[in-house]
């Protein structure tokens, strides 16, 4: 395991921060020609940023980094990809949705326990629903190569507070609950967060059971 | 008494035009979440129509606020909406003006 070093948690910030300072021009995603940039650091065991476009509410295309620091062993892996979110169902209730999205994509990965960079295939899977006091969700997202083989699934339930009106910030306080394959980490990493969002910026922070970091931002424009 | 005659006239037509203005409320499903619901507002205020747009969560309720003499049609909101990933389930034109709507909103909150 690489450890949270101050510099690798400044290189966060820095990210945060510049994922941030584009805030001013956002724009939401949710719907043809939207576009949202994310950013997550998962605890010192996966940090991974996003881009994605859409053209359509169905479907987005763009793409991504991740990096996967073992918490079991010494290995790093670096993913670098190119993918497409296809949005397969959604129900619209009176007071709440439901979506289920899958994605696939293709890239390279390095890693320090094997030489070169191999191609890296991804596939995954969320099924989501809310209302504006609830929220769950589950996601399943796979990593393939000849030299690993990852899948992390993430659990996350939610409550608001109070509900939000269109204008208003929106608190949520979220539980996390995430299971990694391959030798990443041993068992499910709970963490607590608080989720905050309004206008275009989404952001949310906690604590792992383990003391570290769990945080995410994102932004649509 | 001519100045006044000449004045009044476009006045009038002012008020005609204004009391002409049309507000779309449109009811829709899947109103749950202010940032995915954004794409809504940036897609009705593409319309050169669109004067001004009224989203409420509590009120499952997408308004429209019409430039005089200028129109939105049914067909057109639905394909926005629906594009923008959420289903109508009404819609109705009224002469409330969107800043009462704003105001019922916002009471209906408190």
């Known amino acids: ?221 | 008494m001519r100045t006044y005659r000449l004045l009044s006239i476009p006045a009038l037509l002012l008020f005609s035009l204004m009391s002409a203005a049309e507000t779309v409320e449109v009811t829709v499903n899947g109103l749950v979440c202010g940032f995915c619901a954004q794409g809504i507002e940036k897609r009705l205020r593409k319309f050169p129509a669109t004067r001004d747009v009224l989203v409420s969560l509590e009120q499952r309720l997408v308004a429209v606020d019409l430039r005089e003499g200028a129109t939105i049609s049914d067909a057109e909101l639905t394909e926005a909406l629906e594009g923008a990933g959420y289903a109508v389930k009404g819609i109705r034109r009224t002469d409330t003006p969107i800043a009462a709507l704003r105001e019922q909103v916002k009471a209906a909150g408190q």
């Open chain 1, 1 to 221: 395991m690489m450890p949270n070093t101050p510099m690798r948690h400044g290189a966060l910030l820095t990210l945060l921060g510049t994922l941030a300072c584009t805030a001013s021009l956002a724009k939401p995603i949710a719907f043809a020609g939207g576009t949202t940039l994310m950013g997550e650091y998962g605890a010192g065991t996966m940090e991974e940023v996003q881009g994605f476009y859409a053209p359509s509410h169905r479907y987005s295309v763009g793409g991504g980094y991740l990096r996967l620091d073992s918490d079991v062993d010494e290995s790093v892996v670096n993913i670098t990809y190119a993918r497409a979110n296809y949005l397969v169902k959604r129900w619209n209730m009176a007071a709440a949705q439901a979506n289920v999205f899958v994605w696939g994509g293709a890239g390279g990965a390095s890693g320090n326990d094997f030489g070169g960079n191999v191609f890296t295939g991804n596939a995954g899977a969320q099924a989501d629903y809310e209302t504006r006091r609830i929220y769950g969700s589950l996601k399943s997202d796979f990593y393939d190569s000849t030299e690993f083989t990852h899948r992390i699934d993430t659990l996350q339930l939610g409550v608001a507070p109070y509900a939000h009106e269109y204008d208003q910030v929106a608190v949520w306080l979220v539980v996390q609950g995430r299971t990694y394959t391959g030798d990443l980490y041993p068992g499910t990493e709970w963490a607590a967060l608080l989720r905050v969002f309004k206008g275009r910026i989404w952001v949310e922070a906690g604590v792992t059971e383990d003391g570290n970091l769990q945080s995410m931002v994102m932004v649509n424009f």
